[in-house]
């Protein structure tokens, strides 16, 4: 019997059906009678080859404590480690190309999806490191979601998709003295028409996270997460938006820029660990 790391189950995710019983759809609650909490991909991206950015060379270094510190709640939260899948400085196409394998795979057992990218950015984009020497890209992120559609992922097609996104906005350089709004990154920049579906919930934060490391602390944006996820839902077993509104609070506390979030989800979610099934 398949245990559901490698992408094969009884139904398969091609056959998984996107319809809900009448009792299903009236539930106020997402379902929570799976084999697995979820599949997860971290993503951290360190290195760029940007030519206006505010230094050379290894940028976001040290963002490897908040890679081990998600990691370490994911463990918590029931995530087992053959389901959660990393990667690093990863270009557009590499990290368009993750997503797309990770849509691929059959979720029926599985209860969620859960993507953290840390990199630079501004509102809805994602910065990538560009390939052999080329300008860093600009990955929107409905690039990132498109493939998790309904109509793409069908054994997700109920269920959610949550996205933890860390893009620092001071891959920019910016004129302070002279007031000035900073200078456009040399990345390309690709448009497509933006899809709708529901069952997503995104919450993007652009705060910086230069200083922290070097005192062996995560970045107050990941510090905040940690937080409110071992307060809030290991504790009090909270649920998904009211654990975001929390997380939004924290930052507030700190005088810290508050994350945009963005719902699509149809009912209440909560993170319910399991234990894995033999």
């Not at 809030?232 to 939004?248: A, F, G, Q, S, Y």
Request: charge should be neutral; aromatic fraction near 8%.
């Amino acid at each position: 019997m398949s245990d559901g790391t490698d992408g094969s189950g009884p139904t398969g995710g091609s056959e998984q059906r996107s319809q809900l019983t009448r009792e299903e759809f009236e539930r106020q609650t997402y379902p929570e009678n799976f084999q697995f909490v979820g599949r997860a991909l971290i993503v951290n991206n360190h290195i760029f080859k940007g030519e206006q950015t505010n230094n050379k060379g290894e940028f976001r270094k040290g963002s490897e404590i908040d890679v081990q510190k998600i990691e370490a709640l994911l463990s918590k939260l029931g995530f087992t480690k053959e389901n959660i899948k990393k990667g690093e400085n990863l270009t557009k196409d590499e990290l368009k190309e993750e997503i797309k394998k990770a849509a691929k795979k059959d979720y029926s057992d599985f209860g969620c999806f859960l993507c953290v990218i840390m990199s630079f950015g501004e509102p809805g984009i994602i910065i990538c490191p560009g390939k052999d020497g080329q300008p860093d890209e600009r990955c929107e992120l409905k690039d990132i979601q498109a493939p998790f559609t309904g109509d793409k992922c069908k054994s997700l097609a109920t269920k959610p998709k949550i996205y933890f996104i860390m893009g620092n906005d001071n891959y920019v350089k910016k004129d302070v003295s002279e007031g000035g709004a900073g200078s456009l990154p040399l990345v390309k920049l690709e448009t497509k028409k933006i899809p709708r579906e529901c069952n997503f919930v995104t919450q993007y934060s652009s705060e910086t996270d230069q200083g922290f490391w070097s005192r062996g602390e995560a970045s107050p944006y990941i510090a905040a997460v940690i937080e409110a996820f071992e307060t809030h839902v290991l504790k009090e077993n909270m649920d998904i938006l009211k654990l975001l509104t929390r997380i939004n609070g924290i930052m507030a506390k700190e005088d810290s820029l508050i994350p945009l979030v963005t719902s699509l989800l149809t009912k209440r979610f909560h993170f319910r660990p399991k234990v894995p099934v033999s």
